[in-house]
């Protein structure tokens, strides 16, 4: 791909990215809602603090939504700055996303959304995890949340926070530990190590036939 390309599919991955925030954040602040109170009597979370999060949340939902619908705003007001103009090409390609194409890219967001939370339903089922489609709604929600909220780097901390959160909101509804922290742990595994190898093996695949082009038929003859 050349630099140019690359660059601007840098750009439309962002998009693609506001998208699936934007679906984390508001599944996350309905299940929130839904699961405010048992959250709070539990003791997991102050009322206070949980009254921020709600309205935090529900603020960057909002500058997110709006941003994410006014994309074209965000090129005409980097195309004013001077400093910045010389990298305004980089989102050009941003100025062809209209209502329509970005409504369906949010459709794509919550159906992979959607996708997670039947792997953990599932998952839950097998490991004997006593909780319902719509409870699992709400805690997986409530758990994408927080893994926005508080990022993680490392794989390994990823999936020891994943189980934490996990462990705490599921465990509203069921008492098995050992399930919960296995269904946390086959979900990192089925969605992010199997990615992740199966990408890596795609790679060296390519570079090896790069390196080790195939003999054209003319250097065959030669050979001969």
Partial sequence: MKEGNRLKAISLTITGSIS????TLFMGLAGLIILQRPIASSGMISSFW???LLWGVAAVLIVLTVFYFRLSLLIRWIDRMPS???YAWLIETLEDFNATLL?????LSALRFVVFIIQYYLLFQLFDVHVNLWQTWCVVSVSFL???VIPTIALFT?????GKVSLLLVGLFSGNNLGIGLTAASIWFINLIIPALAGSLLILSIK??????ETTP???LRGT
């Avoid at 699936?20 to 679906?23: A, H, K, P, W």
């Avoid at 090896?208 to 082009?213: D, F, G, H, V, Y």
Wanted: hydrophobic share 45%.
């Fill in 20 to 23: 699936q925030l934007t679906i």
């Fill in 50 to 52: 949980l009254d921020v």
């Fill in 84 to 86: 910045s103009r010389s």
């Fill in 103 to 107: 409504l369906r890219l949010l459709s």
């Fill in 146 to 148: 927080v893994m926005a």
């Fill in 158 to 162: 990823d999936l020891s926070l994943r």
């Fill in 208 to 213: 090896k036939m790069l390196a080790n082009p």
């Fill in 218 to 220: 003319e250097e065959k």
